[in-house]
């Protein structure tokens, strides 16, 4: 089975929604259900992918019926979906050619007193990265990271790094070769040539606190015509430069290489909550 990888790079602040809970914040971003971590689930991911599909690939086709256009209550031709988008993303009891993963978080930017911000990773993340990796058969891709002590940190710099309000202590350089294998996920390359001073590698435990607790809540509202709050609720949100990164696999060769055609000839991709307000782009990067 044939794969490749796509880097996502958020562009934009990103809610990949979970819908209402009950709690002080009201839309919080879906999480993986045992780490915590933000993730975006594989059937959003592929719904994007498939109305992108649909806009700039495979636009919708007239339906017909006995050779003839079918036609609504308007006289307007009715459209269905272009025979290649229900082969390569299926329908309804036939599955289609296409296979997507959860995208998984790789690197969270985090307000830092030592610069404007630092990208955050962790030992266990970077573990996970080289396991999907191997199994796109990308074995050399990426590195190795050692244990990190608690508020400690691998990365650039000298003695303390401030991160949010919490301290850190320099335990040592990034693993070789890091920055650079990160940066194949990243679609820009100017931002490639910040990684190597700007990624920080945390223990797995500190990691998870700016997970949980250091993202961006936002204030939404509903006006009536008096300009009077019919509706305030608090959204969570991931920061642009959030990097994720998810598998696509096809049931066969050209499935992979619709893909791949398709994400590299516009490198943009919106997918989760508030699309009319601007949120949820990435840029796309394409291993494989």
Excluded at 68 to 90: Q, T
Excluded at 98 to 120: C, E, F, H, Q, T
Excluded at 123 to 146: C, F, N, Q, Y
Aim: net charge neutral.
């Amino acid at each position: 089975m044939d794969t490749l990888i796509l880097g996502l790079l958020a562009e934009t602040f990103i809610h990949p929604g979970m819908g209402s809970v009950g709690g002080a914040i009201d839309l919080p971003v879906a999480r993986e259900a045992a780490t915590d971590y933000p993730v975006i689930a594989g059937s959003s991911l592929k719904g994007a992918i498939k109305d992108k599909a649909r806009q700039e690939q495979w636009p919708d086709v007239p339906m017909l019926e006995d050779g003839k256009p079918v036609l609504d209550k308007d006289g307007k031709p009715r459209l269905e979906l272009h025979p290649e988008v229900k082969h390569y993303f299926g329908k309804q009891d036939n599955a289609g050619q296409i296979l997507v993963s959860d995208a998984r978080l790789l690197l969270l930017p985090v307000r830092s007193l030592n610069g404007s911000y630092k990208w955050v990773t962790c030992p266990h993340l970077i573990e996970r990265l080289v396991r999907d990796l191997e199994r796109a058969g990308r074995k050399a891709a990426a590195p190795t990271v050692s244990e990190v002590k608690t508020k400690n940190f691998l990365g650039a710099g000298s003695g303390t790094l401030y991160l949010e309000e919490r301290r850190f202590e320099r335990q040592g350089d990034l693993p070789t070769d890091s920055a650079r294998a990160l940066g194949k996920l990243v679609a820009h390359e100017q931002t490639r040539k910040r990684l190597a001073s700007q990624v920080v590698i945390l223990n797995d435990d500190d990691f998870i606190w700016f997970a949980r607790y250091g993202l961006a809540v936002q204030a939404r509202n509903v006006l009536d015509e008096n300009k009077k709050s019919e509706n305030l609720w608090y959204e969570e949100t991931l920061p642009p430069d959030s990097l994720f990164y998810a598998l696509i696999a096809g049931r066969k060769l050209d499935a992979v290489d619709q893909i791949k055609k398709l994400m590299t000839a516009k490198r943009y991709l919106q997918t989760g909550g508030n699309e009319t307000v601007g949120q949820g782009w990435f840029a796309i990067q394409v291993l494989g």
